[in-house]
């Protein structure tokens, strides 16, 4: 059975700061998927990681993917407020349609 | 603004009621798919339709019923729901066959409350 594991579960984090988050799952997995929910909102996919050593940036954040590890990392940088949210990574197997959520990683950025 | 449309965005039902959960999606996918979100559990996978059928149900009681008529419409049929399913139901579709471009995109859910 496929698990993934988010942690930290919560963040509390000052702005201009930077910290990690960690996905691990628990079975091979060739696709990964990091999303955003802001309060009362839906889920914006934010990175698409296909292969190992997979790296992605979109501004302060970056993702990337250790596949022999089964382990993906969502490292913010220089935090703004604007980045609180709820972070989910998600995981699925090619050629499946079972796409698997983490726990989340709910993130505060405070002044 | 979403490809993935769900109504109604809000429902108050009874725990004797009969309603139900509309999804629609205008990307060409041909997966769709209902979770569930509570306030105190990771998001859960409830089923899974694949150019319209079921490959997936995790174990959902059989109060919550999905209807798939065709690759762009899901529906989740609702009866004598309890209190425990008040949650955020969340439709997603996705093309899992692609190489690239298989992210799943989601609609804005339905607030569900069961009293």
């Known amino acids: 059975e496929l698990k993934v594991e988010q942690n930290p579960l919560f963040l509390s984090m000052q702005e201009g700061k930077n910290y990690t988050i960690y996905c691990n799952y628990s079975?091979?997995?060739?696709?990964l998927y990091w999303y955003r929910q802001d309060p009362g909102k839906s889920l914006e996919s934010l990175f698409v990681l296909l292969s190992n050593g997979a790296v992605k940036q979109e501004g302060r954040l970056m993702a990337s993917l250790d596949t022999k590890a089964r382990l993906s990392t969502l490292h913010i940088t220089a935090a703004v407020h604007d980045l609180s949210a709820t972070y989910f990574c998600?995981?699925?197997?090619?050629?499946?349609?079972?796409?698997?959520f983490g726990t989340g990683t709910r993130l505060q950025v405070f002044p | 603004e979403t490809g993935v449309t769900q109504t109604p965005r809000h429902l108050v039902m009874g725990m004797t009621n009969k309603k139900s959960l509309k999804c629609e999606q205008h990307?060409?996918?041909?997966?769709m798919y209902w979770y569930k979100q509570s306030a105190k559990k990771p998001l859960e996978l409830m089923f899974v339709?694949?150019?319209?059928?079921?490959?997936e149900n995790n174990s959902v009681p059989s109060r919550f019923s999905p209807e798939c008529p065709n690759s762009s419409h899901l529906f989740l049929h609702l009866h004598t729901l309890q209190p425990e399913d008040s949650a955020l139901y969340l439709c997603a579709s996705s093309h899992p066959g692609q190489v690239l471009n298989t992210e799943a995109f989601f609609g804005q859910g339905t607030r569900l409350t069961v009293v």
């Open positions: 339709y694949n150019f319209k059928e079921q490959t």
């Open positions: 990307l060409g996918h041909n997966a």
């Open positions: 998600a995981v699925d197997r090619a050629g499946t349609d079972k796409l698997i």
């Open positions: 079975t091979t997995s060739d696709r």
